[in-house]
């Protein structure tokens, strides 16, 4: 493998410091779409990131996390632990039910330890296109011997979400190039494949986090102090580079009134960078 396509892949993957890790945060309305349909509640999710999946899983009162964790962990309370070599312990899978969102270019090696390890009942969020190939269709939705998971039904989005992507002030979506489903396998699964669509905008429109809310309230407050016209000269203080944010936006969006754009969640994203606080940028998207 060459210098040059390590570094390219480096900066593919965000904050990636192994070969096998691929941190793209699953958004919450992606999960919150198959709340209804995940049957068992006891819940393993081996690729926890930052905990988006977690924390929707815990919206509902009956799922119950009997463990979450990342080779590489991006939260408190996400134990560091590589579901591929090993999990603190093994045991906790069997009889249970596996909902993630995995490294993709590990989908097949990342289904066949959830179905060694003995899930009764496992979601995947993958493109779409994975239905395509004949290793995933030998090693993952070919697999009728008895007793292994089978494909009972795919979930594709009626849109394409971009996993980084955030409402407009107006609440549209923006849509990635890419399809993406949730594929639903069951142990006991004996009928044909079903196909259900979600359409991901049925979920609500986001709302920032209190926390988040208090870190712009308090940005208002130095605006006001510092006598600032714009949020950045305010950026330039605290070292980010300076794409212009007025104090009426930024009043606007601290108040909740309105969520912010691209331009400004990026801007937002750099100054919090600045400040080493990853788990309040997190809160941001």
């Keep these: 493998m060459s210098a040059k396509y390590d570094s390219l892949k480096q900066s593919y993957r965000a904050r990636s410091k192994n070969d096998h890790e691929d941190f793209f945060p699953t958004y919450h309305a992606l999960t919150r779409a198959i709340l209804p349909y995940i049957e068992c509640c006891n819940i393993v999710e081996p690729c926890a990131g930052a905990g988006d999946i977690v924390k929707v899983l815990q919206e509902d009162g009956r799922k119950v ?25 093994p045991a906790i899978v069997y009889g249970n039910t596996v909902v993630t969102n995995p490294p993709f270019k590990l989908s097949i090696e990342f289904f066949e330890r959830t179905n060694e390890l003995g899930a009764v009942e496992a979601w995947f ?32 989005f009626v849109r ?14 923006p849509t990635g190039a890419t399809s993406f489903a ?29 926390k988040v809310k208090e870190f712009l309230q308090g940005i208002k407050k130095d605006l006001e102090r510092k006598g600032l016209e714009d949020y950045a000269k305010f950026s330039k ?14 009043e606007a969006i601290s108040n909740g009134e309105s969520l912010p754009t691209k331009r400004e969640a990026d801007l937002l994203r750099q100054v919090l960078m600045t400040m080493k606080d990853y788990a309040l940028e997190r809160s941001i998207l």
Aim: charged share 25%; proline share 8%.
């Design 65 to 89: 996390i009997l463990l979450a964790s990342d080779i590489a962990p991006r939260a408190p309370g996400i134990v560091k632990s590589d579901y591929l070599s090993g999990i603190s312990s």
């Design 125 to 156: 969020l993958w493109p779409l296109d994975y239905l395509h190939g004949y290793a995933r269709r030998d090693r993952i939705f070919g697999l009728h011997k008895e007793g292994n998971l089978k494909l009972k039904t795919c979930y594709p």
């Design 160 to 173: 394409r979400p971009l996993f980084d992507w955030k409402y407009s002030p107006e609440g549209k979506m």
């Design 182 to 210: 949730w594929f639903h396998f069951i142990r006991s699964w004996s009928a044909e494949p079903t196909i259900k669509w979600l359409n991901v905008t049925d979920f609500g429109k986001p709302t920032l986090q209190p």
């Design 237 to 250: 203080i605290t070292g980010a580079v300076g794409k212009k944010m007025t104090k009426a936006r930024l």
